[in-house]
């Protein structure tokens, strides 16, 4: 699920904005990583540097900033005064603590590094362009962009069913993988939010709607680092299965999203919807478990579930909807409803195959929500008053205490130091 990424505001928004950001400090960096030569940071001593990707619209018009701060102040939003400024639907991505971010757009192919200087400022430092395979327009996620190492990266272009590879420190094009069963016709695809890691495979799952109706089709691309090779694995049982986790018994557990949860709300009885369901993939043998299938609405006591996201130890949380909170109404749609303040937050252990359990100290939150890591701690975002706004919340002491905030949408969030 993700709201439109054009969304209409006020030209106030703009000038909120530029409301100070400033307060609480942070942990130091635990010095892990050492960035490139250029870069302003002390591994083991330096203060932690956070880059948010803010994007507002205004008549229809995107622009998006990328804000740096130092401090984390859940009181006071973050600013955009002294902010990159990049047109268009931006996305940052890169490796956390290395004192880079590449921050491209849906404004075109290209694809920018900006280091962080001495004065704590972003510096350009190289650009890419991935015209030359077909790409006219970056958007979606800020995980499209998954990085194996300082020397190489992959691009998940759905548009052109293609895998980019390329080289983030030299800024240049690689090669290309070309996935043409990725194309379903009348469908457009859409790729997860919280792709997985296992070994040297990156396993992004993949989603298909016709419009707003979710495809009968589930499918996951493996992509091995270790040669380039990547292959898209198809399973017709279920839709939208675009969420995923590993689980303690080291298999893949691929979920419905909270869109086609929502979706599935919204038809009533109608069958050609499919119904929310969890999946077991082997990804030592890139295969579907044809054995294992199960509904999600069973694991939750018969509530609107989807979305899956990582939780400790092989467990994950399943998001559900709580009817209380925004009840269903015959024209109720189904992208409002996936986007609404309302959906709690289930744990579950699917390699025990025990029912999902309520986690009462997690406020309710959006359906779908982007994981990001702060410190060696797990956030996650929400987008609340109309989408107009997105909050970052504790998760890992299931508290969901906000952590900082920020007008407009934000589908990217780094931690350059």
């Known amino acids: 699920m993700k709201p439109s990424p054009f969304l209409r505001t006020s030209a106030r928004l703009l000038l909120a904005l530029s409301l100070a950001f400033t307060a609480a400090a942070c942990s130091d960096d635990d010095g892990d990583n050492t960035p490139d030569a250029g870069t302003n940071t002390d591994a083991g001593?330096?203060?932690?540097?956070?880059?948010?990707?803010?994007?507002?619209?205004?008549?229809g018009n995107a622009t998006s900033y990328v804000v740096l701060t130092e401090?984390?102040?859940?009181?006071?939003?973050?600013?955009?005064?002294?902010?990159?400024?990049?047109?268009?639907?931006?996305?940052?991505?890169?490796?956390?603590?290395t004192g880079s971010i590449f921050v491209s757009s849906s404004a075109g192919a290209t694809v920018t590094r900006y280091n962080l200087t001495a004065s704590n400022t972003l510096e350009k430092a190289g650009e890419v362009t991935f015209a030359g395979k077909g790409v006219t327009s970056i958007g979606e996620y800020q995980n499209q962009f998954q990085f194996a190492s300082e020397t190489k990266a992959y691009y998940f272009d759905g548009r052109n069913s293609q895998v980019i590879i390329w080289n983030p420190k030299d800024m240049t094009l690689t090669n290309s993988i070309s996935l043409p069963e990725l194309s379903i016709a009348g469908s457009s695809t859409t790729f997860a939010s919280n792709p997985i890691r296992v070994g040297t495979q990156v396993l992004m799952p993949v989603g298909w709607r016709a419009g707003a109706a979710v495809t009968k089709q589930a499918g996951i691309i493996v992509v091995d680092t270790a040669d380039d090779s990547a292959v898209l694995v198809k399973d017709d049982r279920c839709g939208?299965?675009?969420?995923?986790?590993?689980?303690?018994?080291?298999?893949?557990?691929?979920?419905?999203?909270?869109?086609?949860?929502?979706?599935?709300?919204?038809?009533?009885?109608?069958?050609?919807?499919?119904?929310?369901?969890?999946?077991?993939?082997?990804?030592?043998?890139?295969?579907?478990?044809?054995?294992?299938?199960?509904?999600?609405g069973t694991l939750t006591n018969g509530g609107a579930t989807g979305s899956l996201l990582a939780g400790p130890n092989g467990t994950g949380y399943l998001r559900v909807l709580?009817?209380?909170?925004?009840?269903?109404?015959?024209?109720?749609?189904?992208?409002?409803?996936?986007?609404?303040?309302?959906?709690?937050?289930?744990?579950?252990?699917?390699?025990?195959?025990?029912?999902?359990?309520?986690?009462?100290?997690?406020?309710?939150?959006?359906?779908?929500?982007?994981?990001?890591?702060?410190?060696?701690?797990?956030?996650?975002?929400?987008?609340?008053?109309?989408?107009?706004?997105?909050?970052?919340?504790?998760?890992?002491?299931?508290?969901?205490?906000?952590?900082?905030?920020?007008?407009?949408?934000?589908?990217?969030?780094?931690?350059?130091?």
């Open 240 to 296: 939208y299965v675009r969420d995923g986790i590993v689980g303690t018994d080291g298999k893949v557990y691929l979920a419905t999203e909270a869109y086609g949860a929502a979706e599935k709300r919204v038809s009533g009885s109608n069958p050609s919807v499919p119904t929310p369901c969890l999946l077991k993939f082997d990804p030592a043998t890139n295969t579907y478990d044809k054995d294992f299938f199960k509904e999600l």
């Open 71 to 97: 401090t984390l102040d859940p009181n006071t939003p973050l600013s955009t005064a002294n902010a990159t400024q990049i047109n268009g639907r931006a996305l940052g991505s890169g490796i956390a603590k």
């Open 45 to 59: 001593t330096a203060t932690p540097m956070y880059a948010f990707v803010a994007q507002v619209s205004v008549e």
């Open 322 to 417: 709580d009817e209380t909170l925004y009840p269903v109404a015959p024209d109720t749609v189904a992208r409002t409803l996936a986007s609404a303040v309302a959906w709690k937050w289930w744990k579950l252990d699917p390699a025990a195959g025990t029912p999902a359990t309520l986690v009462d100290t997690l406020p309710a939150s959006t359906g779908s929500s982007f994981l990001y890591e702060l410190n060696g701690r797990t956030v996650f975002s929400e987008f609340t008053n109309n989408s107009g706004t997105t909050n970052y919340r504790e998760l890992t002491d299931l508290t969901g205490n906000l952590v900082a905030t920020h007008q407009g949408l934000s589908f990217s969030f780094l931690q350059l130091r």
